[in-house]
């Protein structure tokens, strides 16, 4: 009779249990690992909640990658936990109907207290040009202080350092960084172009005037630029 492989992968305190498009954390895992476990991989699964991890209560690393984890996430309170990576999963803090949902984020700074190093990368709610081609360095430079706005004691935010001198910009403007998606109809009406005129005139070699038409446009992704249309009159 063959030997049925286990799904777990042991090494000492790390316990993997990667790519089982497990939708639940499969409760002999608790069970049996959860006493003792130091790092734990739940990476490409299919996972949405993580209710399963209260037993694992010396938990330190968090890693889980690629599952379909959201702004709902829910984890019990881990003191110890100080790494969780949540890269690919469908975190968005996008605005509800009470507001901008940044719940997980203080969420996070209750539970998890000694938490240094946090990475969102591939989630909606993180800017950053390798995964969103669309946004700008200023759009993620914002995103970063208003996490560590919300969350001070972070060393290591995606695959960056904090710095004293971004900790300190964070504290002082952090609150006012929120990186977020307009609804559709607002979409739709910044769309459209809004022509701003300017009276300014220049005087060209033929002796006729250019008046300078510039128009303001919103990106389809939401970020505002600048048309330039020049007009002979």
Same mark, same amino acid.
């Given at each position: 009779m063959?030997?049925?492989?286990?799904?777990v992968v042991l090494n000492g305190t790390q316990v993997s249990y990667i790519g089982h498009d497990s939708k639940d954390i499969p409760h002999f895992l608790g069970e049996t690992y959860g006493k003792f476990a130091?790092?734990?991989d739940l990476s490409f699964n299919q996972l949405r909640l993580l209710a399963g991890l209260k037993m694992f209560t010396e938990l330190e690393e968090l890693v889980v990658d690629n599952n379909l984890l959201g702004n709902d996430?829910?984890?019990?309170?881990l003191p110890k936990l100080h790494t969780l990576t949540l890269n690919k999963n469908q975190i968005s803090f996008q605005k509800n109907y009470?507001?901008?949902?940044? %719940?997980?984020l203080e969420h996070l700074a209750d539970v998890t207290p000694?938490?240094?190093?946090? *990475?969102?990368?591939?989630n909606e709610a993180c800017p950053n040009q390798l995964v969103s081609l669309d946004k700008d360095d200023d759009d993620y430079q914002r995103y970063r202080y208003f996490v560590l706005y919300k969350l001070p004691q972070l060393k290591f935010l995606d695959s960056r350092k904090v710095t004293k001198t971004e900790l300190k910009e964070a504290q002082a403007?952090? %609150?006012?960084?929120?990186?977020v998606k307009p609804k559709s109809e607002e979409v739709s009406f910044? *769309?459209?172009f809004l022509k701003v005129r300017y009276s300014r005139k220049l005087l060209v070699s033929n002796k006729k005037h250019v008046s300078q038409c510039w128009f303001l446009k919103k990106h389809e992704e939401n970020n505002i630029f600048i048309?330039?249309?020049n007009q002979l009159r």
């Open positions: 063959a030997h049925r492989e286990s799904p130091r790092r734990l996430l829910q984890l019990p309170r009470s507001g901008y949902n940044f %719940a997980l000694s938490l240094e190093y946090l *990475s969102l990368l591939g403007r952090g %609150a006012f960084m929120k990186v910044f *769309s459209t048309v330039l249309d």
